[in-house]
C-alpha cells in the first residue's frame, strides 16, 4: 500500500535539532509541500515553518528543484522516480504545541515537523523514528498514541503509523527517560508516562487518574467506540504548566512540584490543579476530539480558522474537569465549593465580563484571547471560566427541571458527533427537548457582554452566592477576617524594587485618579512604597481616605490623589443552603 514515510532522526540533541527525511511517491510534476500555521487545540498562528533551517529536495537523480511560495509553502518538481524532501528543524520550543530536545527529552509533535504532501495527505503517514546517536539517550523510550508496525516493540524506537495526516499530527510523541504506570478503563488500555525521576508517587497518581476517567466516562456512558487506547503524556519540568487534548492521548506539562508526595495524603493545591488538568484533557476525548464545530472537521491549517463556539468546548470541559474530582472523591464538598468560588472571583472581578460576549471571545481567541496584554482584564473574557459558569446556569436549571448537563452532554454527542455542531446546536436541542424558555436564555448569556445570573441560579444547586468588594490583587473570594484590607484596582510587578503597575481596572480607584500601566510609585502620603512594605503600608490607612501619591511616569516626576473608597471589582462568596441539593448534585453519577 502506498504511505507518506517520514525518517525522524534528532540528529543533534545539543543544538536542538531534528533531520527529517520525507520520501514520498509523486503522482504529478510538482507537488505542493505545506507545514501547519497552528496546531488543532490551541488557536494561535505560531508559524511553525520558521524553525525550518534548512532545506532540500533530491530524487535517485539527484537535486530537484525546490521553490517557497511563502512563509510554509514550497514546490517541488518531481521526475517519475521517489521524491526524497531533507529538512533541519529547530527544536527548542518548551510547551506542548511545538517539539522541545534536550538531554533529557524529546517532545515533537509532528504538527510541527512533518510537512504535509498536498493530494496524499489521506494516505497512511508512516514514521520511522531513528534512536538517537548521543550517548546520553541510550536509556531513552518513545511513547506515543501512533500504532506500532514492522515488528517495533513496545514503548521503542522504530517505526510507527496514522491512517492519514490529519491523524498524524493528531499524535504527539514523546521519547526520553519516562516511568509508566497502566491501567484499564472499560478494558481499555490507559498509559500514564511521566518523564524523569521525580520522587513521587506515581502509583497513588495513577489511581487518581484512573478514579476521574471512570468518573468523566459517565457523563458520556461509553468510552468512544473507536478508542482503543490512551495515552497520558505527562512532561515534568523545573517549572511549567499546559496541557493539548489528542484523538487518543494528550500532552501535558507541569512542574515536579505538582506531583504528589510520597506519604502525603492531603491533596494540596497543585496537586489539585494537575488532576484538574489531566481531568479536563481527558474530557476532550469526546468533546473537541470527535463532537467538534462542524468548521473543524475540515481543519484549516495555514490560516486562522474561526468559530463562535469556543465557549462550548473549553467552558464545558472546564465545568467537567474540577467536578470530576468531587465526583470521583478525590476532593471534598468544601474544596470544591473554594474552587467554584475562585472561577466566578476569577470572572467577575474583571471589567471584561461586561465588556466582551462569549461568542466575541471564542471568534476572536485567536488574537484576543492567546494574546492578551496589559488591557485584557477589561477587554478580554476567558471562555474556559466564563464558559464553565454558563455550564453551571445551564445546570442549575436543567436539574430544576429534573434533567442534568451530563444528560444534556450526552444527547448532544449522540446526535451531532457525525455532523458537527453548529452555533445554535445546543439552543436547538433545548428546545427539542421542551426547554424553550433556557434555550432563549443561553442565546442571551452568549451574545450579550452580561453579567450571568448566578445569584438567583446557585440555590438551585444548593448553594447561596454573595459578593464583597476585593480585598487585594490576590483576593479571588471566600470568607475574610481582613475587613479593612484595602484594593486600589490596580496590579503590581516588582521592578528594580520599585513598585510599577501592571494593569488598571476600568472604574477602579487607580483609574478615577489617573494612574496608568508602567507608573511606578514611589511614596504615599510621604512613606516611601516598596514591593514589601505596599500592603503593610496600604492597612494603616483607612476606607474612604485620600492619599498623595508620588509616581514616575516614564522620565517624569507626577503626583495625584488616590481616593481609598471601596473597589467595584467583586467577589465571591459561596454558603451551602440546602445540603441535599448540594449533596445530590455532588454525588458520584
Ligand atoms: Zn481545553
Not at 163 to 169: F, G, N
Not at 367 to 388: H, I, L, M, R, W
Request: glycine share 4%; proline share 3%; with cysteine.
Amino acid at each position: 500500500m502506498k504511505s507518506v514515510n517520514y525518517h525522524i532522526d534528532i540528529s543533534d540533541v545539543t543544538a536542538h535539532l531534528v533531520t527529517v527525511t520525507l520520501s514520498f511517491t509523486p503522482l504529478s510534476d510538482i507537488h505542493e509541500l505545506t507545514l501547519p500555521a497552528w496546531i488543532p487545540g490551541s488557536y494561535m498562528i505560531r508559524d511553525f515553518a520558521r524553525n525550518i533551517v534548512s532545506i532540500k529536495a533530491t530524487d535517485a537523480n539527484g537535486s530537484l528543484l525546490l521553490n517557497q511560495q511563502d512563509k510554509q509553502r514550497w514546490h517541488v518538481h518531481c521526475g517519475k522516480q521517489k521524491v526524497h524532501l531533507t529538512y533541519q528543524v529547530y527544536a527548542y520550543d518548551l510547551s506542548v504545541r511545538a517539539a522541545y530536545i534536550d538531554d533529557e527529552v524529546a517532545v515533537l509533535n509532528p504538527a510541527c515537523l512533518c510537512l504535509q504532501v498536498n493530494g496524499l495527505h489521506d494516505l497512511p503517514q508512516q514514521i520511522m523514528l531513528k534512536k538517537p546517536a548521543d550517548k546520553r539517550c541510550k536509556d531513552w523510550r518513545v511513547a506515543t498514541g501512533l500504532t506500532r508496525i514492522k515488528q517495533t516493540e513496545a514503548l521503542a524506537f522504530g517505526h510507527y503509523q496514522a491512517d492519514d495526516y490529519q491523524q498524524l499530527i493528531d499524535s504527539p510523541i514523546l521519547a526520553g527517560r519516562f516511568e509508566l504506570r497502566e491501567f484499564a478503563i472499560n478494558d481499555v488500555p490507559h498509559y500514564l508516562i511521566v518523564t524523569g525521576d521525580n520522587l513521587t508517587d506515581l502509583d497513588r497518581f495513577s489511581g487518581d487518574l484512573a478514579r476521574i476517567c471512570q468518573t468523566q466516562v459517565k457523563v458520556f456512558s461509553a468510552l468512544p467506540d473507536d478508542l482503543d487506547s490512551y495515552w497520558f503524556l505527562l512532561w515534568v519540568t523545573e517549572d511549567g504548566y499546559g496541557g493539548l487534548e489528542h484523538l487518543n492521548s494528550t500532552l501535558l506539562l507541569c512542574s515536579r512540584n505538582d506531583l504528589p508526595v510520597k506519604g502525603v495524603d492531603a491533596i494540596n493545591d497543585s496537586y489539585q490543579q494537575l488532576l484538574a488538568l489531566c481531568s479536563h484533557e481527558y474530557f476532550h476525548t469526546w468533546w473537541v476530539k470527535r463532537l467538534k464545530p462542524a468548521v473543524f472537521h475540515q481543519y484549516q491549517l495555514d490560516s486562522e480558522q474561526y468559530t463562535n463556539q469556543l465557549w462550548l468546548y473549553e467552558g464545558f470541559t472546564s465545568y467537567f474537569d474540577d467536578l470530576a474530582l468531587v465526583r470521583a472523591g478525590l476532593i471534598d464538598k468544601a474544596c470544591y465549593i473554594k474552587t467554584l468560588e475562585k472561577t466566578i472571583s476569577r470572572v467577575t472581578r474583571n471589567p471584561s465580563n461586561t465588556a466582551q460576549s462569549l461568542t466575541d471571545s471564542s471568534f476572536n481567541a485567536w488574537t484576543k484571547f492567546y494574546k492578551q496584554d496589559e488591557n485584557a482584564p477589561n477587554a478580554v473574557v476567558s471562555y474556559y471560566a466564563k464558559g464553565a459558569l454558563l455550564a453551571l446556569c445551564l445546570e442549575a436549571e436543567l436539574t430544576q427541571a429534573g434533567s442534568s448537563l451530563s444528560a444534556l452532554a450526552q444527547q448532544l454527542w449522540q446526535q451531532c458527533r457525525t455532523t458537527g455542531t453548529d452555533d445554535d446546536a445546543v439552543n436547538m436541542l433545548l428546545t427539542k427537548l421542551g426547554y424553550a424558555d433556557l434555550a432563549s436564555s443561553l442565546t442571551s448569556w452568549l451574545y450579550d457582554a452580561a453579567e450571568l445570573p448566578l445569584t438567583s441560579l446557585l440555590p438551585k444547586l444548593g448553594l447561596k452566592l454573595e459578593f464583597r468588594p476585593m480585598q487585594h490583587a490576590e483576593d479571588l473570594g471566600g470568607e475574610t477576617d481582613n475587613k479593612t484590607a484595602i484594593f486600589i484596582g490596580a496590579l503590581t510587578k516588582n521592578a528594580n524594587g520599585l513598585m510599577q503597575i501592571s494593569h488598571v481596572y476600568h472604574g477602579s480607584s487607580a483609574h478615577h485618579a489617573g494612574l496608568m500601566v508602567g507608573d511606578q510609585l514611589l511614596a504615599a502620603d510621604g512613606k516611601k512604597i516598596t514591593s514589601s512594605n505596599w500592603p503593610h503600608l496600604l492597612q494603616r490607612f483607612t476606607q474612604g481616605q485620600d492619599i498623595r501619591l508620588h509616581f514616575y511616569r516614564k522620565d517624569r516626576l507626577l503626583e495625584a490623589d488616590l481616593c481609598l473608597k471601596p473597589t467595584k471589582q467583586q467577589v465571591a462568596q459561596l454558603t451551602v443552603c440546602d445540603d441535599a441539593k448540594i449533596s445530590a448534585w455532588l454525588a458520584p453519577v
